[in-house]
């Protein structure tokens, strides 16, 4: 069949095949569909829907990805709109004869063309130059379309059949839907079918089987498998249909099928019998040595891929393996990657084929992606070369070892080196002994490590910039998990000053600034230099840029040939990596520090919102997990505390547990938070021995050094070195002392403790109130105490209590409503809670005080459900406040108000203050609502 003689007048049509054939007849009929198939709803209805608007279905695939069973299922169920002409191609179908004559005679069978063939020409054959027209008119005219599936199309390669095929469909209108279903990318114009929305694709991936799909296919197969299994296997194949159901036949008659499946070595399979009879066999030789040599890596290069067979085809060779499904898939940016199992099958022949070849390639492929700039892919492939003192090399002169300290990835160095044998010389590789036994809290030998390393250094001569920069970062981790803070200060100050040596490294390694950032930050707070740490934090926070990917893998670098490359020229890998910021990258542990030094202020919507912060970003960085954020989550943990949610508050301590990083800083507020809970909870005692000293009927001991009776932490714990955490522990102990009844105790605890804090000072205040010394309770409240909400709150309500003991029931209102305003915004009941049991006795008498604070608790609220529109005001309004009341309902200005009275501005404002405080408001809009529901306007 030709569609213009004129450019093709030396096609010859072939020979008629005999229709009577039993293989002919078989070809033209629609294949069976087995028991085991899976129906997938999805994609039978994305089928239906394209068929309804669409002329071109094309249904594309690599082999064993069930296209033809859902294709066959699809036309026996589904409701199509006219009669189904099938035909599956073979090769020798490559030719507009053979193709046109099978064609014919698939239209005769599906009730389309009669027996002598109407509508055609008296004498036109198959190879009839106006085959396609004709049938195009006859399609035409059809009230019912056609549904024509060609199976197996990409056997006929042939630009002819494509050609007519396009004819056709261009010029039969609503006649026709044309199904096709190929492992390659048919010739058909499909750019202008796109862009006229005239086809429906169904593509590999949409082929892949979904986990769900998976477990009832292999049920059918008689496979009982926990979700757990499933999935994994899913995984393996990526929905791979035959990969599934030959996985399934393996697994058949296994004794333990779940087990046989995680050992299941596919390079000995039916998996790979199916995979190398119908891919790698089918391939030239150059094709499967492309194959076979970069089945060792996880993505692929065309330049990556010439080095490695040191030819320079390799651009079109991938191009047309992917474009013919043949289990390599294109990534962007010129990369692409094979099929896991395809993979790990190529990687055993390999081996068997060439022994000895796979050390060479993995020592080529780390050359070449160490100088297109992507470390984490060199390293491993160098690691696999068992190239190790040159992987540690590249590690230091890229200024990448910060790396075993940001990153939790799999494919972080800290993964690769741990291989690395003992006997690895170098002062590369000590340095990396040292971070790997640093970031594993093994200071000591870290440190040893270190030395180590800086003598091999001198003694070589390789003691240059970067392996001076990461001995000083490697210093500064160190001191940082032994909690010296002067040693942090002075490698963090060298850390930065080597690293402006090497500006353009520096830049690619943003990670050694926040880590080095952090770890300022820890010592500060851990000195008790709260105010320095925030102000450092919340510089680096605001020059902080938005950064994506890794720091170590650096986009648009170039990659050179020195024998790596093939032809030597330079190429530019584009999608390799990330550019990375030249502003400070502030890591999810910073934001936790940041979080911490918010709570210790008396901020704690601060606190929250710096804490949920991580959080987010490490779940973003490691959606598995949230790695880095166990300050994060022991600050949340505080902050639901003092909302009184202490289930919430659980919940974040388990979670903090969980992401212990052994810091010396984390590991004292873990402690603390844990005694804070226990207290909350109502177990005083319990919170006593979660602070290291034991919990007796009487008093804890004492320690050496402290008078009898004090609880105070014992020497040796964490908090000793620390007057910040010896301050909290302290203060805890002191608070915990003090719900068991004994103030004296608690007052004795903080003073040797030496706690100075301001929630110190509010303990030593509540204690002297409940021996009855208001005098010492002021004495005890520094005037700054009230500044933060969370510290003025508890400062408010100690004074309150003090008023009230003083018979100065007013004053303790108005401090009491203060209070309220105060812990509103961050619901801080905590500070209620705690106040004392003079505080609900005193809140249930004036109802009319938590009328609009429901977030308090309710035995804090009994006497509410009165409405406030029956309690009076604090004090009567005089009948000059009620005159300004009146016309300040009315919308007026101060101003107008003062004109329309005949007063000075300040006298309205100084009225205004009296009506506020009187109704318990702070804003006149609030007023007016108020004094509304009192019937005072």
Known sequence: MTSDPRERSTVEPGPAPPLADTVLATRLRVPPVPASFVRRPRLAERLTRG???????????????????????????????????????????????????????????????????????????PAHPGLPALLAGGLAARRQPLVLVLDEYERVPSPDVAADLHALLRHCGDGLRLVLVSRNEPLLPLHRYRAADQITEVRAADLAFTPDEAAVLLRRHGLGLSEECVRALTARTEGWAAGLRLCALAAEHAPDQERYLKEFEAGHSVIADFLLAEVLDAQPAATRDLLLRTSLLDRTHPALANALTGRDDAERTLDELARANTFVTPLGHSWYRHHPLFAEILQVHLRARHPGLAQELHATAARWLHGAGLLDEALRHAAAADEWELAAGWLVQDLAIGRFFGERAAAAPAGVFAAMPPGTGGPAAEL?????????????????????????????????????LSAAFLRLMAARSAGTGPAVEEAAHTVERLGRRLPERWRDHPELSALSSAALATARLWEGHVDEARAGLLADLGGTAASGGTAGDRTGARATGDGAAGDGAAATVAGGGTSASDRPLLLPESHGLLALAELLKGTPGRAESHALHAVREAQAQDPLGSGGCGLAHLVLAEVAAERDDLPTARVSLRLAEADGNGDPLQQAELDVTRARLALYGGDPRGALALLGGPAPAGRPQ???????????????TPWEASPWARDRATTVAAAALLDTGDARAALEALDAGRAGSPEAALVAARAHLARGDRRAAEEALPRDVGRTPAVAARALLVRAESKLAAGQDDAALRLVAHALAMARPDRLRRAFLEAGPWLPRFLRGRPFLTAAHAWLPDTMRDGAGRSPATAAPVEPLTAREQEVLERVAQLMSTAEVAAELNVSVNTVKTHLKNINRKLCTTRRADAVRRARRLHLL
């Open 51 to 125: 068929l309804r608007s669409h002329p071109l279905l094309l249904v594309n695939g690599p082999a064993g990805a069930g296209k033809t069973l859902l294709v066959s299922d699809w036309v026996r169920t589904a409701p199509l709109p006219g009669p189904v002409a099938w035909l599956t191609l073979e090769e020798q179908d490559d030719g507009p004869g053979a193709f046109g004559a099978l064609l014919v005679e698939a239209l005769r069978r599906s009730g389309v063309l009669g027996p002598a063939g109407p509508g055609l020409p008296h004498g036109a054959g």
């Open 432 to 468: 990396v002994r040292a971070a790997r036994a640093i970031a594993a809290h093994d200071t000591g030998k870290g440190l040893a490590h270190l030395d180590r390393a800086l003598q091999r250094a001198a003694a070589t001569g390789g003691d240059d910039i970067a392996t001076r």
């Open 702 to 716: 004492a320690p050496p050094d402290g008078p009898p009776g004090v609880a105070y932490p014992p020497a040796g």
